[in-house]
C-alpha cells in the first residue's frame, strides 16, 4: 500500500458520512482480498407451481383459508402479522427504564406474480408495472387509515435474506408510529431543507448524475429515476433508487413514471443476476413520507436494495463482530461496486462472472 501521506479512497481506511441517516459507516478497501474459509450460501431453483406453496393460486394457506385462482398481483392480509390493527386499548405500564406502548399496524403479503418460479426481474414489463401499481394502491389506501402514519414496502429475496418461500411476492407493513428507519431519514431531510432551501436527495441526485462529479457512482438511468450505488454504502453492492421529480409518497407517481420504476426494477435485477451468474439475493423497499397529515415537504421517495454478496454467488458480507458492537464497515468501495454493476449486462443469461 503506498504511503505518500495522502488519503487514497481505493486503498486506504476512512469513513463515509450517511446523509440520509447522519450515521457514519467505514470503508476499509485494503480488505477485499483476505483469505474466506467460511460459510457457503445455497442456491435454489424452483417449480413452475407447488402444491404446498402457500402463495400459488388455489392454494391452501396456513389459516386455512384458498387463494384465489388469480392471474395477475394478489393482497392478502397477513396471516402470521407483526402488527395488530385493534391490540388492547388500556395502556402498558412504564416506568423511566422499562418503557412500552401498544402499537397498532396491518400487515399484508403482496404476491407478484402466480407463477411460484418467476423473480421480480423475470416477470416481463406490463406484469412489473402491475406490481408497481399495486403497491401504490396499498400504500395509499393503508395511508388513508386515521391511525397509519407509515407504511413500508419492502421484499425480502432468497432464503438467505429470509424469505420464507420462493414464489415472487413482497410485504407491506403499516404502522401507528414512524419506524426508526423513516425517522432518521425524516429528521435528515428536514435539517437539510432548513438548512440549503432545497431537497437533500434532489441535490445528491444532481451531483451523482452531473458530468462534473464524475459519474463514477452512477449505474444506469431512465426519464424518470437514477440508481447508484451511493457514497455511504454499507452492503458491498448496495444501491439507491431516485426519482427525478420529487415526489414524497409512491402513489403519487405518474402513469409514465411508474412505468420507469418496473423498467429499473428488471434492469437492474437482471445487473445483479449477472454479476455473479446466479439468483441476486436482497432485502429491497421503498421509503417514503409518513402519512401523518402533515406535508413533509422535504421527502423524497427512493428505493434501497440491500444485497448481502461480496465476493461470489456463494460468499455474502456478514454485518457481525464490529458491525454489531461499533459501526458498519465495508471491504470494497462503492465506486469499485459501481463499476462491476455498470459493467454487467441488462440482457438475461449473459453473465459477467467472478469474484471480488
Ligand atoms: P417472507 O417470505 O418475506 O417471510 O413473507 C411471507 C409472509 O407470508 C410471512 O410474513 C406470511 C408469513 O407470515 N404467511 C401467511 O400470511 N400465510 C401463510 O399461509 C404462510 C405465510
Ligand atoms: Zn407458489
Redesign the pocket.
Known amino acids: 500500500m503506498p504511503d505518500d501521506g495522502v488519503l487514497d479512497s481505493t486503498q486506504h481506511p476512512h469513513r463515509r458520512l450517511n446523509a440520509l441517516t447522519g450515521e457514519w459507516i467505514l470503508v476499509s478497501p485494503h480488505r477485499a482480498s483476505r483469505p474466506w474459509l467460511g460459510g457457503h450460501t445455497p442456491l435454489s431453483g424452483a417449480p413452475k407451481s407447488d402444491p404446498n406453496c ?1 402463495l400459488c393460486p388455489g392454494n391452501l ?3 386455512g383459508e384458498r387463494n384465489p385462482a388469480y392471474t395477475g398481483t394478489f393482497a392478502f392480509d ?3 402479522p407483526a402488527l395488530l390493527a385493534d391490540p388492547p386499548a388500556h395502556p402498558i405500564h412504564s416506568t423511566t427504564l422499562l418503557r412500552a406502548e401498544s402499537e397498532r399496524g396491518i ?1 399484508r ?1 403482496l404476491c407478484f406474480s402466480p407463477r411460484h418460479d418467476l423473480t421480480l426481474g423475470h416477470m416481463e414489463l406490463p406484469g412489473i408495472r402491475s406490481v408497481v401499481d399495486a403497491w401504490c394502491e396499498e400504500s395509499a389506501r393503508l395511508g388513508a387509515l386515521n391511525y397509519i402514519h407509515s407504511v413500508q414496502i419492502f421484499e ?1 429475496r432468497g432464503s438467505i435474506m ?4 420462493p414464489h415472487p ?1 413482497c ?1 407491506i407493513w403499516a404502522n401507528q408510529t414512524v419506524p426508526n428507519e423513516v425517522a432518521k431519514e425524516s429528521a435528515r431531510q428536514l435539517q437539510y431543507r432548513e438548512e440549503h432551501h432545497r431537497c437533500l436527495l434532489c441535490d445528491y441526485l444532481a451531483l451523482e448524475t452531473s458530468l462534473e462529479g464524475g459519474r463514477e457512482r452512477l449505474i444506469f438511468e431512465n426519464a424518470g429515476f437514477a440508481v447508484i450505488v451511493p457514497f455511504w454504502a454499507v452492503w458491498p453492492f448496495e444501491t439507491l433508487i431516485v426519482g427525478k421529480r420529487h415526489v414524497g409518497a409512491i402513489e403519487d407517481l405518474t402513469a409514465p413514471e411508474r412505468d420507469d420504476v418496473a423498467d429499473v426494477l428488471k434492469r437492474l435485477t437482471a445487473r445483479y443476476d449477472n454479476l455473479f451468474n446466479a439468483p441476486f439475493p436482497y432485502t429491497m423497499g421503498f421509503h417514503q413520507r409518513p402519512c401523518d397529515g402533515a406535508e413533509h415537504e422535504a421527502w423524497h421517495l427512493h428505493a434501497h436494495f440491500y444485497p448481502p454478496l461480496l465476493r461470489s454467488a456463494t460468499v455474502r458480507k456478514f454485518m457481525v463482530g464490529y458491525e454489531m458492537l461499533a459501526m458498519p464497515q465495508r471491504d470494497i468501495t462503492p465506486e469499485s461496486a459501481a463499476e462491476r454493476l455498470r459493467a454487467a449486462s441488462e440482457v438475461r443469461g449473459s453473465g459477467s462472472a467472478g469474484g471480488v
Open positions: 402457500y394457506r396456513a389459516n397477513n396471516d402470521f400487515c403479503v425480502n429470509g424469505a420464507s418461500n411476492h410485504q
